[in-house]
Structures are given as structure tokens and as C-alpha cells.
């Protein structure tokens, strides 16, 4: 018997989500940042993550640090360059699940114009409800590395100074009961960035 489908559509929250990255020195304190704007549309097919599909936009100039010293450098010529490249972007291709609730998610990832494929962790958290109690998040962990180098991000720093690795971390909440409006507002911004749509 053909297992049956089901197609729900979840959008990001971004008020119970956090996108955050990290550089290791060699020397002194690892430098870190977040970025607090972001829009995500996950189509699910399956009950689980195997077949999902995951679109994501992270906004540059959102990119937060402990001052604002370090905020500018990050925002700069020499990192993400926020007046040249609005966004960083990732789409899914493939999942990998590895236990129960783990899975290797693999993806084509933008970032300064430049497009890599790449791994991240993710650990499902399952479904709870918000801090109010009324909306029903699914939460997704997430961790993987990428290559400054790649990227042209700090390229002029030599590697005995600061890490190669760039890594990405931070947990994505999504709305599993999505209004049309939601909906409607992430496809936008999905068919807007990625020139294509799932939806």
C-alpha cells in the first residue's frame, strides 16, 4: 500500500528562533554575531523531515554584535558586505536522517553572490507551544561549518589569527498552524529571492 502524503506548509518565527555564527581565534576571545531578520517556508510532504523542502533568506544588514565596532566590521568590506549582497540564502536538496529525531540536511548555500553546497546538523526538537500558549512551533536545531575562504569573507586575515570555519548555529522555530496571510507572505518572499516556488 502506497504510504499516503500530506502537504502542510510552516513559516518561520522569528520571535522564538535565533541564526547565530562564530569565528575562533587563535588568540583572545572567539568573535560572534547573530542575525535577528530572516524568513523561512518549509513544505512538508511526510510526517517527518525525510522529504521536506526548506527555503530560507537571512538579511545582512540584521547581523548583530556585543559592539559596535565589531557590528561594523561584520557589516563591512571585508566580511558580509551589506551594501552589496542584501541576502544570505540556502535551499534544501537532500535529507539524511541519522536517528530518530537527527538528520544530516544538505543544501545550496549563497553568501557574498558565491554558491557552495553544504551539510548541517539538525536535531528536531518536535512540536511545542509558544511562550503565550498559542501557537504550535516546530523546532529544528541546527549546526554546521563553512569555509571564510570560500566566500571571500576575511580574506586579508591570516588563518593564524582567526579560524577558517565559520560556524553557523542557532535553533529555527516554525509556525505548524499557518494562516493564509502567513503563507501568502512567505511565498512572496520565497518566489522573490529564489525565482521559484513550492508553494
Not at 559596535?68 to 568590506?77: D, H, I, N, P, Q
Not at 549582497?85 to 540564502?89: A, D, E, L, V
Not at 529571492?193 to 508553494?199: K, Q, T
Given at each position: 500500500?502506497?504510504?499516503?502524503s500530506?502537504?502542510?506548509?510552516s513559516?518561520?518565527?522569528?520571535r522564538?528562533?535565533?541564526?547565530g555564527?562564530?569565528?575562533d581565534?587563535?588568540?583572545g576571545?572567539?568573535?560572534?554575531?547573530?542575525?535577528?531578520?530572516?524568513?523561512?517556508?518549509?513544505?512538508?510532504?511526510e510526517?517527518?523531515?525525510?522529504?521536506?523542502?526548506?527555503?530560507?533568506?537571512i538579511?545582512?544588514?540584521?547581523?548583530?554584535?556585543?559592539d559596535?565596532?565589531?557590528?561594523?566590521?561584520?557589516?563591512?568590506?571585508t566580511?558580509?558586505r551589506?551594501?552589496e549582497?542584501?541576502?544570505?540564502?540556502f535551499?534544501?536538496t537532500?535529507?539524511?536522517?541519522?536517528?530518530?529525531?537527527?538528520?544530516?540536511?544538505?543544501?545550496?548555500?549563497?553568501?557574498?553572490?558565491?554558491?557552495?553546497?553544504v551539510?548541517?546538523?539538525?536535531?528536531?526538537h518536535?512540536?511545542?507551544?509558544?511562550?503565550?500558549g498559542?501557537?504550535?512551533l516546530?523546532?529544528?536545531?541546527?549546526k554546521?561549518?563553512?569555509k571564510?575562504?570560500?566566500?571571500?569573507i576575511?580574506?586579508?586575515?591570516?588563518?593564524?589569527?582567526?579560524?577558517?570555519d565559520?560556524?553557523?548555529?542557532?535553533?529555527?522555530?516554525?509556525?505548524?498552524e499557518?494562516?493564509?496571510?502567513?503563507?501568502?507572505?512567505?511565498?512572496?518572499?520565497?518566489?522573490h529571492?529564489?525565482?521559484?516556488?513550492?508553494?
Open positions: 500500500m502506497k504510504k499516503s500530506l502537504l502542510e506548509i513559516v518561520s518565527d522569528s522564538n528562533s535565533s541564526i555564527f562564530t569565528l581565534r587563535n588568540m576571545e572567539a568573535l560572534t554575531g547573530t542575525f535577528v531578520d530572516f524568513d523561512a517556508t518549509m513544505l512538508l510532504l510526517a517527518d523531515l525525510s522529504t521536506a523542502v526548506l527555503k530560507m533568506a538579511y545582512t544588514d540584521s547581523v548583530k554584535a556585543k559596535v565596532w565589531l557590528e561594523r566590521r561584520f557589516k563591512g568590506s566580511c558580509f551589506v551594501n549582497y542584501r541576502t544570505i540564502t535551499q534544501s537532500d535529507w539524511e536522517k541519522i536517528s530518530n529525531n537527527e538528520y544530516l540536511l544538505y543544501g545550496k548555500f549563497c553568501l557574498c553572490g558565491i554558491y557552495k553546497y551539510v548541517f546538523e539538525i536535531t528536531d518536535g512540536t511545542t507551544m509558544d511562550a503565550d498559542k501557537t504550535k516546530l523546532k529544528l536545531e541546527f554546521g561549518n563553512i571564510r575562504f570560500d566566500f571571500n576575511a580574506r586579508g586575515i591570516s588563518s593564524w589569527d582567526i579560524s577558517e565559520i560556524e553557523l548555529h542557532g535553533i529555527m522555530a516554525f509556525k505548524t499557518v494562516s493564509t496571510a502567513d503563507a501568502r507572505h512567505s511565498r512572496i518572499e520565497a518566489d529571492l529564489f525565482h521559484e516556488g513550492y508553494l
